[in-house]
Nanobody
Framework: VQLQACGGGLVQAGGSLRLSCAASGRTFSNYAAGWFRQAPGKEREFVAA????????GYAESVKGRFTISRDNAKNTVYLQMNSLKPEDTAVYYC?????????????????WGQGTQVTVSS
């Protein structure tokens, strides 16, 4: 599976962005998916995840209530809607896929990674 993330950019605090992750190579509906982020000098951290059908989701406490993960299996695409953005959300955001149906919260539970898209939130 190849993953291509896009949608990042520069936004003011309180603004919104929607990230997209397009999958190719295999039927992505057979894979659970997640979003992670990595800020300079920090380790990659979990942001949100969704099960293969889209019915089960999980979020990091820091984004709960502000971010929403969803997927459109007909389009082989996973989305991350980010609202009420804060400067501390600034990071490179990565989408990932895993060969299991349920959500995953750890980096090492994912098998496939996209290239990352930069999100910068100014104060």
């Amino acid at each position: 599976v190849q993953l291509q993330a896009c949608g990042g950019g520069l936004v003011q605090a309180g603004g919104s962005l929607r990230l997209s992750c397009a999958a190719s190579g295999r039927t992505f509906s057979n894979y659970a998916a997640g979003w992670f982020r990595q800020a300079p000098g920090k380790e990659r951290e979990f942001v949100a995840a969704v099960g293969w059908s889209g019915g089960i989701t999980g979020y990091a406490e820091s984004v709960k209530g502000r971010f929403t993960i969803s997927r459109d299996n007909a389009k082989n695409t996973v989305y991350l809607q980010m609202n009420s953005l804060k400067p501390e959300d600034t990071a490179v955001y990565y989408c990932a896929g895993r060969r299991y149906s349920g959500v995953g919260y750890a980096v090492d539970t994912y098998d496939y990674w996209g290239q990352g898209t930069q999100v910068t939130v100014s104060s």
